[in-house]
């Protein structure tokens, strides 16, 4: 009897064992193996699926390509390896309405604090893996400043366009809230499309050309002057039109169809909550805070101060319910006697108010049955609460901050692996795992878990999957030349005021803090090999002149020749030893044996315990650190 080999396995037995690979590697040294196994229908496929369960894009032109880019991230994310600059308009900017192309941006004036952005970004995904369009447009006051950046091979294209109202006026007709629309068709000729509310109530849709033409088409929705506070936008619906639920005041909720091509849109629905009476009296400074999609037939809003600040609803053809489907409370239990709580005597729960809502993406590993159900809250207490509406209990997790109690501003989770946070104070983002079940991917074998002990520069260090990053610079970043990026211009205390994300699948994820916007670009500047969709490798080039890190070099990268800042970090945990960032410059420098000897094990080479400058650069605030 002839012995079998593995290609004699029928393929659902084939696919059963690729769910057991550890590592991309493995897998394609499986496929290198044997030419038959090279052919092998959906291997890929079924690795991202496995490995990557609420990440992996459902449409993807290179089950390949998109392994090779999440493994790299996943990498980054582990190592905590990134690169971050400032974004703002340069280059080709065209500013509308006009359509008049300007040499040089310039930020708004006239308040006595910078501008709070609002933030929101998508891509497109080519037919190759590698070509894609990224639109990302944020908030500068009264104006919308909106970049375009398309990638074909190599070869990377970016633009600018800016909105600002010619009446406008700095803080009355400051937007406070900012959706891109997604294109219909590949082909639309329309040019981009988005939503803005500002502070004086203006409520509306643009159409930005990105041809020729100056004029801007605006579309209004129908608020009646009331101010708009924050709104959340629905994608195609039933594959009918977007639906957006803004907030309106300090107790209106109005949910509308968008349709661009109508010159007003009134609204669908309408609900006022008021706070309940006490005694006769209504509760004082409550309001409707955020509002947002759980699904196309439920909205929760957040509310406060109350002891039940999240209230769900039902949404039918008729409209909003008048009655919540179900409030949820901060805690399970009442609290406990206690002399010295003032807030909430024994018996009653706690009041907050609730800031931002996001649904968890529908693909998870506990299954497509949580679309709708599960969500998140981030709290003035600064607790970041997963809730569900199939459970009984008001809570079901709980992920807070033992070093930093400030208040949460915005949420962004990363599939259903981890969950990024921006608190209120300290320009402070949050990194955390939302640890649904095992972790489904490792690029290292090596022990890195929450009780482990590596030891950097004589000093033990508790690892920890929870960490804490400071978005303002430890040192002078360095400057690419271009003029514009100017640190001294920009906040270093600040709220992250709003945070976003292409996609699960992308490396970049961008944060608004007062005055600016920063881009941080997940990736190990000294890898060799980064991931070709999105990066190429620092390497020296022949020729004159210099290139970032002071090495002699002719074109420079795209992604590396901008102005790069060096922040700093630390664990939440028992360890709160400050890690700052080596520049780009003092990383390139170090010879590869004593870079080993400062680094930290398993995070990224330009991380190091201290300032590294004796502290003349960075000043800890008072809590956080």
Known sequence: MAKATLTDLPPELLDHIIEYLPTANALANLEASSKSLSNLKDAWTTFNRTRFPSLHPTETPSQ???????????????????????????????????????????????????FTPQVDVFE????????????????????????????????????????????????????????????????????????SGTANGDLCILSLSEGSSGDVPVTYFVTNG???RSSGLLRHPGDGNDLLVANMGDSRVSVYSVDASLSKIAPLTSLDIRPPELNGAA????????????????????????????HVYDLSPSGLSKDPLRKFGLQN??????????????GKKRSSSIYPIVPLPAHSTAGSGMGGNVFLSGAYDGVVRLHDLRSDRDVEVMYSDPTD??????????????????????????????????????????????????????VARETSQDWNLFLRPHS????????????????????????????????????GVENAVLELAFTNVLDKHPDPAFFRPW??????GKAEGGRRGGKEDLWNSKEVLDLAMYDQSVDMKLCTQRSMWETFRLQPQKLDAETIPGLDERWRVGSGDSGLNWTRGTRGT
Request: hydrophobic share 30%.
């Open 333 to 346: 239990t009442m609290i406990e006697a206690s002399d010295d709580d003032s807030v909430a005597p024994a």
């Open 64 to 114: 390949k390509d998109t392994a090779r880019t999440l493994t790299s991230l996943s990498k980054a994310r582990d190592r905590r390896a990134f690169v971050a600059r400032y974004t703002e308009p340069h280059g080709s900017i065209h500013a509308f309405p006009g359509g008049k192309k300007v040499e040089r941006w310039k930020k708004p004036r006239g308040q006595t604090i910078g």
């Open 405 to 458: 109690e400030s208040a949460i501003y915005s949420l962004l989770p990363r599939g259903q692996e981890s969950l990024v946070a921006g608190g209120s104070r300290h320009s402070l983002l949050k990194f955390f795992d939302l640890r649904l079940g095992a972790k489904a991917y490792s690029y290292t074998d090596l022990d890195v878990s929450g009780n482990a002990l590596a030891l950097a520069n004589g």
């Open 476 to 511: 002078s970043p360095q400057t690419s030349g271009r003029g514009g990026n100017n640190s001294s211009r920009r906040s270093h205390e600040s709220s992250v005021y709003s945070l976003a994300s292409p996609s699960a699948s992308s490396p970049f994820l961008y944060a």
């Open 283 to 310: 509760a004082r400074h409550q309001r409707v805070w955020s509002s947002e999609f759980l699904s196309s037939t439920r909205i929760a809003t957040g509310i406060g101060p109350s002891s039940e600040p999240i």
């Open 539 to 544: 390497q020296r080039h022949r020729g004159g």
């Open 226 to 228: 009331q101010p708009v």
């Open 124 to 195: 497109d995904v080519g037919q190759v893996w590698r070509d894609r369009r990224e639109v990302l447009a944020f908030s500068a006051g009264a104006e919308v400043c909106v970049r375009r950046r398309t990638r074909r091979g190599s070869d990377e294209d970016v633009s600018w366009s800016t909105y600002r109202p010619l009446s406008a006026y700095e803080g009355r007709d400051d937007v406070t809230t900012l959706h891109l629309l997604r294109p219909d068709r590949e082909d639309d000729t329309e040019g981009q499309r988005l939503i």
